[in-house]
Every structure is written in structure tokens, then in C-alpha cells.
């Protein structure tokens, strides 16, 4: 059992709270939800949860240790059987306290504390499978990207080289044209000399 808070107890003896909380415990786990005060729902809190998890456990020994506090069979096989199966996938937070209208007679706060048999958070968990799937996707188109820059840049640099090739090849023949025609120029200038020498003669 939790370690009681400091301050006045529940009942008139340690003894009395812990039996006060125990039959609290059965009812609880009996009818899903108990409309008691503030503070004893508050205290009866970490009990409920604490129980809960030893039946989340299952083995003979946590059965025995919730023995201990719900001395009825039938609860604590209900608690093992159909309780501790809704709880399967919650990690902590079994129970809820919601506040309500002051108790008449002495006005004191009144609360509902209740079981959580909700299942957990659906929405969130189908938010976590698209985030997951967008991501899988996002990397996917990154590594196709990637394969495609990496298939495209070998083509663009063969058809510049081809390019580059080309213009060398150009270039060439035109300087092998010009030396040709340097070649004729000069062999044409050294016909015309003689041509000149010869008329001279």
C-alpha cells in the first residue's frame, strides 16, 4: 500500500483508513466508477492504480498481493480477468477523478473516480503510422532523386564532352584549312616570283 500522506488521516486509525480504502478498492473494480469526497477519492487513487498493475502482471504472487488488500474472490478474478485486459496497452493512468457538486448536508467536495477503459489514443497512433509512412515516402522520392541526378549527369557530361569534341574537331580542320591555304599562298607566291623573275629575264 502507498505510503500515506502527511496530515490527518481518513478515518479515526491507520487500521480503519486501510479498510475504508480497501472496500473503496472493491467497488471500484465492482462497478467501473464510485462517487465519493475529494480527498478520499484522491488517496484511493495510487491504491486502484497500484492494484491494477499487479493484475497487468498476472503471476500468483502479484494475484496474492492484491489478495491482501480485496478479500473478494470474484473482484480480484474480475480485476486479473476483464479489467487488467482494457489496461493491457495503457501505460499508467487507469483511473479518472472528475469533480462534481458539493455533497448536501455537510457541502463537502464530492468527486466520481472512475476506470479509463477507453481504448489508448487511436488518433494518435494513426497519426504516428502517416507520419511514418510520409517519411518512408519522403526518403523514397529523395533516393529516387538521387538516382536519377546520378543516371542524368553522366549524359549531360558525355553530350558535353561530344560537344567539346565536336568543337576540337572543328577547330582542327580549321586550322589543317588554313595551313593548307597557307601552304597553296605560299607555293601560289613562290610561282608568281618566278613568274616574275622569269618576264624579267
Known sequence: MPTPKKGPRL?????????????????????GRITTTLPKA?????????LITFAKRGDLH???????????????????????????QREGGYTRIV???????DN????????????????????KEAEA?????????AAKDEVEVKDEAPVEATAEETKADGAEKVEAEAKKDTKKS????????????????????
Not at 42 to 50: D, M, V
Not at 108 to 127: G, H, Q, R
Request: glycine letters at 2%; zero cysteines; charged letters at 30%.
Open 11 to 31: 478515518a479515526s486509525s491507520p487500521a480503519h483508513e486501510r479498510l475504508m480504502l480497501a472496500n473503496m478498492a472493491t467497488s471500484l473494480f465492482q462497478n
Open 62 to 88: 502479484s494475484r496474492r498481493r492484491v489478495m491482501r488488500v480485496i478479500r473478494n474472490k470474484s473482484v480480484v478474478h474480475l480485476l486479473f480477468t476483464q479489467i487488467a485486459e482494457q489496461m493491457e
Open 42 to 50: 484522491k488517496r484511493l487513487r495510487p491504491l486502484a492504480e497500484r
Open 133 to 141: 509512412a510520409t517519411k518512408t515516402a519522403a526518403k523514397a522520392e
Open 99 to 105: 469533480k462534481i457538486a458539493s455533497r448536501t448536508g
Open 108 to 127: 463537502a467536495p464530492a468527486a466520481i473516480i472512475e476506470l479509463v477503459t477507453e481504448p489508448v489514443s487511436p488518433k494518435k497512433a494513426v497519426v
Open 182 to 201: 597557307a601552304a597553296k599562298g605560299g607555293k601560289s607566291e613562290d610561282k608568281a616570283d618566278e613568274a616574275e623573275e622569269t618576264k624579267a629575264e
